[in-house]
């Protein structure tokens, strides 16, 4: 396999007979947590993958168990709205821009994902994982929305229900679950993953190349203005849950997180606040 970059927080290779770019995220003192740093390397990557349509797949995994926490938990109290502000806008246009890149993206979640991490998924055209792995869209937990592609992508991408189910319910979602819904294509134990990846990446080799190209393309267009208003719609609901900052109260140490009760919270500022927000012409920003 040829290494190709020299990135701080995912490794990169290329495996020249199927045409597979491997990406792992690999800062495991951040738990994978996606840091703007880890954002910024994998927005240039895919940049850069745009124009490489003679690679075939790439395949993102991680160098920990759970493909990632999504949020970095033990900084999470002193992080400002204005951070995670950026950090959700930056992975919702990376997961917009997956589902249109030329290659087939596959994400291996291991042992599972929660918060960013289960989002960062939505963007993969298959997404694999253990037998065992449980996903979380645990973001209310942590006083926050799933507003980088839980709400509307979910929604847009599997059953509404399940969507509904896995957001509003707060539990882990278990095989089951994520195969009945679609949102696993397959599972794996530890003796039959490296078969299985090998299977999935070599069918996708044969495929005749223009041609799946097109028909990725053909089936995001079926979905886009559904996925472009939902952008927009998960922003301002982002922007008005902050007001409370309850992720702030969300400390390590603390095992019960000190929420703002809902009747504490003023209609009239949340509804001004997703009022005031005119529609952006330009997703990116």
Request: proline share 4%; with cysteine; aromatic share 8%.
């Amino acid at each position: 396999m040829q290494t190709l970059f020299n990135y701080t927080t995912i490794s990169t290779r290329l495996e020249k007979t199927t045409r597979t770019l491997f990406v792992t995220l690999n800062r495991p003192d951040w738990q994978n947590a996606f840091r703007l740093e880890m954002l910024f390397e994998l927005e240039s990557l895919f940049a850069w993958c745009t124009s490489k349509v003679e690679i075939n797949t790439i395949l993102i995994d991680s160098s920990t168990p759970l493909f990632s926490t999504g949020l970095e938990y033990e900084t999470l109290a002193t992080t400002s709205a204005q951070t995670l502000s950026k950090i959700n806008t930056k992975l919702q246009k990376i997961i917009f821009s997956m589902m249109q890149l030329p290659q087939t993206v596959i994400v291996d979640l291991g042992e599972g994902a929660e918060t960013l991490g289960s989002e960062f998924a939505l963007g993969a055209d298959l997404r694999i994982a253990s037998r065992s792995a449980q996903v979380r869209f645990n973001h209310g937990h942590l006083g926050l929305v799933p507003a980088a592609g839980g709400m509307n992508m979910l929604s847009t991408l599997i059953s509404p229900a399940f969507a509904r189910t896995w957001i509003l319910g707060g539990v882990p979602i278990t095989k089951t679950g994520l195969t009945e819904s679609g949102f696993l294509a397959h599972a794996y134990t530890s003796e039959s993953k490296a078969e299985l990846v090998s299977e999935i990446l070599s069918g996708i080799a044969k495929l005749a190349p223009v041609q799946r190209i097109q028909a990725k393309l053909g089936l995001f267009e079926t979905v886009r203005a559904q996925l472009e208003a939902g952008i927009v719609m998960d922003r301002k609901i982002a922007k008005a849950s902050m007001v409370s900052e309850d992720w702030r109260s969300k400390r390590p140490e603390v095992p019960e997180s000190d929420f703002m009760p809902a009747k504490s919270m003023s209609y009239a500022v949340k509804l001004s606040l997703i009022k005031s927000d005119e529609v952006p012409r330009n997703l990116d920003h």
